[in-house]
């Protein structure tokens, strides 16, 4: 009986001691954040299709202000790529990129798409804002995710 007793706590700490690890390295890392940038102009479909949105009410992305959308040259689509590691062995889901906008931001489309990054890998995830030409590209980054139905956050500067 002790035997048996000994290997049953032996399992019940084996078991703690995975769980902790699992919790300690749920931390998603952000590795870096770039930006590039495409004039509405060139990319007049998008452009159109977010402006008629907005004036209908049926933007799925975030508004922050709005605009006096008379000529696409006087606005530009910001796509940052966040590059984000996951140390665990457990996957990160329902990944959210949300960004402090500029002065300068209108809006922030939305991703179709519900990213989930895999234990012990890494992916680039992508976020697109439509801006006023010439804004700057530094933002803050806040990603939140779930491990196991468990929230987590992280954030990041650009410089």
Not at 50 to 77: C, H, S, W
């Amino acid at each position: 009986m002790r035997v048996f007793t000994c290997i049953l706590l032996l399992v019940t700490l084996l078991a703690a001691a995975f769980l902790g690890y699992c919790y300690v390295n749920a931390r998603m890392v952000i590795e870096g954040v770039s930006a590039s940038q495409v004039a509405a102009a060139d990319a007049l479909g998008t452009y159109n299709q977010v402006k008629n949105q907005i004036a209908q009410g049926t933007f799925l992305g975030t508004v922050y202000r709005d605009a006096n959308y008379v000529m696409p040259e006087g606005y530009t689509f910001l796509t940052l790529t966040v590059r984000m590691a996951n140390h665990g062995i457990l996957p990160q889901d329902w990944i959210r990129i949300e960004l402090t906008p500029d002065a300068a931001d209108i809006a922030l489309l939305y991703n179709e798409r519900t990213p989930t990054l895999a234990g012990m890998s890494r992916a680039d995830f992508y976020a697109t804002l439509l801006t006023h030409t010439g804004a700057h590209t530094s933002r803050t980054v806040k990603i939140t995710y779930y491990v196991l139905g468990m929230p987590f956050s992280v954030s990041y500067q650009m410089p």
